[in-house]
């Protein structure tokens, strides 16, 4: 690909080649970990795991009842019933009290319900036949001693927990999360929750602090750096510094200006891919690798930032983290027209009540209030010219 | 209502009437509190947020370029340019560089872009005209000073953090989450994670895991007791130590034999609504109150347990804790036949895979390891026997 250009969008890519270009030299993260099981829910197990045990251990009661020798019940029924005596040992003419979980004692092979049963001091009237092993759970009938009980890639939710742990394990081995780096670029930016007020041209920077909880939800592990000064030299050193990490997002200096640092870096560094993107609104993203790390500079603008993140981080690092299990879009009839520039990937924004979808007209990139009132976006494709008012369009949720 | 009964189940509640009774005497919490906004995603806000500050606070240039008077571009074109100074303050005849995101200065009420402009030494040849504001996102364009942000009850994203961290907040005011007290009973149990080794009958205490794990996921908060011992007096200690809580689930002692002891607890320490259910495998479950509490217990058997818990918990956490974004039920096609047992809500777990779920067969309420293999389940009303293969159900994934 031959897309770079100096400090003007020469050749814009198309969002879904830009895409590719990321995801055919990246892969899900092998890297594994032992984690506690109490802190492995929504894991992704990196071996098969084959059971160190027997579940139930022992044959268990599934019943409360009187454990017998299935064989001293037959032909027993409300009319002919049989006598057994009550013991506290099983075998031939004997039955045992137990209640459900409780071991069935040795020479029992079935369980008796109460039901079926009535005592008559230290004798038990049978009036059931019981079939061999009939309200007994026997020895491995949950998971048997070496039997595979859950395959790599599988997510661990509540339940699988569960039964790891009734297994008697206490770690499972899982895939690292990718490590995503976030670097904020630019000297016009405060610190969010900070004393510090911006003045006039200045912001807080917020765009770092989304990246962060995306990544986390996405299935990462993130870390983002200070603000790095518009400075070629300090945004080089936070970029090296990162190079560990499996995703490095830099957050602002991706449009044509002097000022913007970060592409021209990358292609210092390593490799520009693209460097604008046929997407509304996030034209001034840029893609490479330096090293084997994928690199992706958001643009300045929080909704700008925002279609990028979902258009181009979602897909890789849900793709790293071996994540499947995220909701996917949803149908909805929009209750509105969305203008779109023919071309251009356009990241619509929309409120989503009911199975309708109504777009959210907004003036800029810069307008982080419209996300704030959309459920979801609607991504218009590159070759039609909006979408109509009643179509039927695929709403992504905001997560 | 009057079901309740000594140690047999004589009137079982249907899932929907057990569910209701639970739900009409409970409401979401309206308790709040301020949490840092770093750690405020998921939370729901209790009040409307009003900006304290216009965003931008100052006029914004929207683009790279010259800040201008508007009036000073009035009828420039390629072929009849204007020509005006370029100097550090704006005025009639003046421009001043700027950037994307600086402040437009004093006297300019819009940016000339690049692209339509030539330096020429000290002077620029203007070859457009601009309108008043355009390219200048004026002050409280994006949110206004006063404006509603954010309404009581929005659950808060990424972006939403983001924009309230912009305005310069710190804190939002959210709902607590609900209290959910986990108390596991049975004197057969050992912890988990433990090195104590399950005797025979006796097995690992699971169930709690997963209620607390549940908890957190639907939106509450939860605490877990110790094990707790077969005995009344224990049993009542731990429920009367944990009354402030929205929500007790007991787990164990529901059954009818002699020593399930919780139902009769419920009655005698308040009011047992429900003991017995008609559902496949949670037919167990008692749910009642105690003073304003209430109180489900749920049945000892792993499966059964989490049946009760999707079915009864699940709602009521979810509606306690404001939560309306949990994903619901996918359709799908049946592989294979469900059978199920007239009357009865059965809760028949699935494996779900391209639109196509499969039935897993299993023996009974323990079987912990049919859950592992599930990717969701069915509900299967008490109005038919079963569902038949290549019907089209609702699969409801285990979260």
């Not at 230290?122 to 092993?133: C, G, Q, R, S, W």
């Not at 759970?137 to 927990?161: M, S, Y």
């Not at 990718?178 to 930016?189: M, Y």
């Amino acid at each position: 690909m031959d897309l770079v250009v100096g400090t003007m969008f020469k050749e814009l890519a198309g969002a879904a080649e830009g895409l590719r270009a990321l995801l055919e030299r990246c892969g899900p993260v092998t890297r594994s970990e032992a984690v506690h099981l109490a802190a492995a829910r929504g894991r992704v197990l990196s071996e098969d795991l084959e059971s160190p045990v027997n579940l139930p251990a022992f044959n268990r009661a599934a019943m409360d009842g009187y454990a017998v020798r299935a064989a001293d019940t037959r032909g027993a029924s409300p009319l002919a019933p049989v006598y057994l005596k009550v013991d506290d040992e099983a075998g031939e003419g004997r039955c045992v009290p137990v209640r459900t979980g409780m071991a069935a004692p040795p020479g029992a092979d079935a369980v008796l319900m109460m039901e079926d049963s009535l005592l008559r001091g230290e004798e038990l009237e049978a009036t059931a036949e019981v079939h061999p092993y009939r309200n007994i759970a026997r020895v491995g009938e949950d998971v048997a001693l070496g039997e595979t009980v859950l395959k790599e890639g599988h997510r661990l939710r509540p339940p699988d927990i569960a039964l790891l742990a009734s297994l008697g394990l206490t770690n499972a081995k899982v895939y690292e999360r990718p490590k995503v780096a976030i670097i904020p670029t630019g000297g016009e930016l405060v610190p969010l929750f900070s004393d510090q007020r911006p003045l006039p041209g200045q912001a807080r920077e917020a765009n770092g602090l989304i990246c962060e909880m995306y990544a986390e939800i996405w299935g990462g592990s993130s870390r983002k750096t200070q603000i790095v000064e518009d400075d070629a030299g300090l945004i080089k050193d936070a970029i090296s510094e990162n190079l560990d990490a499996d995703l490095i997002l830099i957050s602002g200096g991706t449009s044509v200006g002097e000022e913007d640092y970060a592409p021209p870096i990358i292609e210092e560094m390593g490799e520009l891919l693209v460097h604008g993107v046929r997407i509304t609104p996030a034209k001034p993203t840029a893609l490479g690798f330096i090293d084997e790390t994928p690199v992706i500079c958001l643009p300045g603008y929080p909704v700008a930032a925002l279609a990028a993140l979902y258009i181009f981080a979602r897909p890789l690092i849900t793709m790293m983290a071996h994540r499947t299990d995220l909701p996917r879009a949803v149908p909805a009839k929009l209750a509105g027209k969305i203008v779109s520039r023919p071309g251009y990937l356009t990241f619509a924004r929309v409120g989503l009540k009911g199975g309708v979808a109504t777009p959210i007209m907004t003036t800029g990139a810069g307008i982080l209030s419209s996300v704030a009132r959309a459920e979801g976006y609607v991504l218009v494709s590159e070759e039609v010219e909006g979408r109509e008012k009643g179509e039927m369009v695929e709403v992504n949720l905001i997560e």
